[in-house]
């Protein structure tokens, strides 16, 4: 099964990504953390790697096409932002996340030790860099609502739930799937 997990920063990807995997025994990438590796080789903080890749768009398209290529290997959970617009006519179950910014910057100030102001501005200035690039990639809008309610297989506020919660919701959406299929 090949799972795409999407959603903005903050609102548990990645660790939803990793439990479900675990849970499922089956492979995980993230380009978040691929990203931030880069950023990291480079010498870079997040907010200057950004900057730069706005000027070397061959860098989205590696990391993009490699979400692919490992998804045609087969049983897969793939946790970034557009895996389920890269990944739509391959995957199985497309899951998107959601969360108010408030909250994600406070999860995201928790887990890297930073101020929550500083995170607010790496953010923003990501987020911001993203939408742009990605449209002008792939002609993809990320805060198309009606987008997302309409392609997506499940979506998920996850602001007042935890992460167990999640995990279940998206648990028992397989299972129904897993059912459907016999």
Do not use: W
């Amino acid at each position: 099964m090949i799972i795409a997990i999407s959603g903005l920063h903050g609102t548990g990807k990645s660790t939803i990504a990793k439990l479900l995997a675990e849970n499922l025994g089956i492979l995980y990438y993230s380009t978040g953390q691929a990203f931030r590796d880069l950023a990291e080789e480079n010498d870079m903080t997040l907010e200057e790697y950004t900057n730069y890749v706005e000027k070397n768009p061959e860098i989205d398209k590696s990391l993009d096409k490699k979400v692919v290529e490992m998804a045609k290997k087969g049983s897969i959970i793939i946790d970034s932002q557009l895996s389920g617009h890269l990944l739509k006519s391959i995957a199985d179950f497309k899951i998107h996340l959601t969360c108010p910014l408030k909250i994600r910057v406070k999860r995201m100030t928790a887990r890297d030790q930073s101020s929550y102001n500083a995170k607010l501005k790496e953010t923003t200035l990501r987020e911001e860099s993203e939408l742009k690039r990605f449209n002008e990639l792939y002609n993809i809008d990320l805060s198309d609502n009606d987008f997302i309610l309409n392609f997506f297989d499940l979506i998920i506020d996850t602001e007042n739930l935890s992460i167990e919660e999640v995990l279940q919701i998206i648990l028992k959406e397989l299972e129904k799937i897993k059912q459907n299929d016999f």
